[in-house]
């Protein structure tokens, strides 16, 4: 072989998992927000949809109108999601965040107002797509195909502490049949445990275990002569938050501060036939875990 090849440099991302940012824009707009209403809501989630997906969708289309045989607009449904694994679409209802949640006091909580007319509004939707073949005739010229969606309502923000058991029961009185209803603290507390579950997060050739972002000036540094020989080059990557690294999943004892490197084997072994190169995890100048990415 006249050279070594060197695995190229990684950048990972995934389109459908939450960033700091984001759920800090959730936060500042929805949650913290005293005037937020519907409108803004919507608005909202069309710019961040993945927070309408819920770990199961994978595409939305707001603002649907719905006509009867006549031509006359007789509903307008918030949010259609699409899911994985399934060509039909739900239908999402949204109420402004503003308006209670829950009513009542200690064990006698009940729904509020905005939450039962939400869940009211979203099955005449349901009922009239699914008595009416022509509605959904022309749902299925914008690519909807819907019949007998299932109903996410999503209403109003829960104030104070609530108890775990009576809140819990009154999910258990909403979530019937068709309807799924979150509150809009639901959907924040969804993205935020996805974003705080056991992912691994790698920043520009170290690996950390906090969102303090590592300068690249790393990557410029020399390699130190008591790192392994086999050590071609560290690698910068991308920011990775809470992303199913496949591989590196199995890498049970990273730690913060370790280095992630290319590596190739001499060039003897390449001529060999024996060479081996890929990624791997350094401490203290060794390799202590390696993906191997390139053999002859």
């Known amino acids: 072989m006249s050279e070594i090849w060197t695995p190229p440099r990684l950048a990972v991302s995934h389109p459908i998992l939450f960033s700091k940012e984001e759920i800090e824009e959730y936060e500042r707009v929805i949650l913290g927000n005293k005037s937020a209403n519907e409108h803004l809501a919507s608005k909202f989630f069309s710019h961040f949809p993945k927070f309408l997906f819920l770990g199961k969708g994978q595409e939305v289309k707001r603002e649907v109108n719905l006509y009867d045989h006549s031509g006359e607009a007789i509903g307008r449904v918030d949010f259609f999601r699409k899911n994985y694994g399934t060509k039909w679409w739900d239908l999402i209802e949204l109420k402004s965040p503003s308006k209670e949640f829950v009513v009542g006091s200690g064990k006698h909580l009940r729904p509020s107002e905005s939450v039962n007319?939400?869940?009211?509004?979203?099955?005449?939707?349901?009922?009239?797509?699914?008595?009416?073949?022509?509605?959904?005739a022309k749902l299925l010229s914008k690519g909807i195909l819907v019949y007998k969606p299932q109903i996410v309502v999503v209403v109003g923000r829960e104030k104070g502490e609530i108890d775990e058991l009576v809140l819990r029961n009154l999910y258990d009185r909403l979530n019937y049949g068709p309807i799924e209803v979150k509150s809009y603290n639901d959907i924040y507390n969804f993205a935020k445990e996805q974003y705080q579950s056991n992912g691994?997060?790698?920043?520009?050739?170290?690996?950390?275990?906090?969102?303090?972002?590592?300068?690249s000036d790393i990557l410029n540094l020399p390699k130190p002569e008591n790192y392994h020989p086999w050590l071609t080059e560290r690698i910068s990557i991308a920011v990775v938050d809470n992303y199913n690294l496949g591989e590196w999943k199995n890498f049970k004892d990273i730690k913060a501060g370790d280095e992630l490197w290319n590596y190739s084997s001499s060039p003897?072994?390449?001529?060999?036939?024996?060479?081996?190169?890929?990624?791997?995890?350094v401490r203290n100048g060794q390799m202590i875990q390696q993906i191997l990415t390139m053999m002859n």
């Open 117 to 136: 007319k939400a869940i009211h509004q979203a099955n005449d939707y349901r009922r009239w797509i699914d008595e009416d073949a022509y509605l959904r």
């Open 268 to 281: 003897e072994s390449w001529r060999a036939l024996a060479g081996r190169a890929g990624i791997a995890v």
């Open 200 to 215: 691994l997060l790698i920043y520009f050739g170290q690996i950390g275990n906090s969102r303090q972002q590592v300068s």
